[in-house]
């Protein structure tokens, strides 16, 4: 049985929940992740579509 993840973005416009294992669960510093993000580091992770559900925002 997996836990419950629920995120959001910052302003919670966008918000979505998964029941999954966290795994394949990465950070890039790379040019092209700094250049599109704004950011310094991305951190993401892959989850089955399945257990992928939208909240709010879509």
């Given amino acids: ?3 419950i993840h629920s995120g959001s973005c910052h302003c919670g416009g966008l ?3 998964f029941d999954a ?3 394949d669960i990465a950070h890039c510093h790379c040019s092209i992740c ?3 993000s704004g950011a ?3 951190n ?3 989850v089955p ?3 992928f559900t939208w909240l ?3």
């Fill in 21 to 23: 294992p966290l795994r």
């Fill in 40 to 42: 310094t580091v991305v």
């Fill in 1 to 3: 049985m997996s836990d």
């Fill in 15 to 17: 918000r979505y929940q």
């Fill in 34 to 36: 700094r250049r599109t």
């Fill in 49 to 51: 579509l399945a257990s």
């Fill in 56 to 58: 709010t925002g879509l």
């Fill in 44 to 46: 993401w992770i892959s």
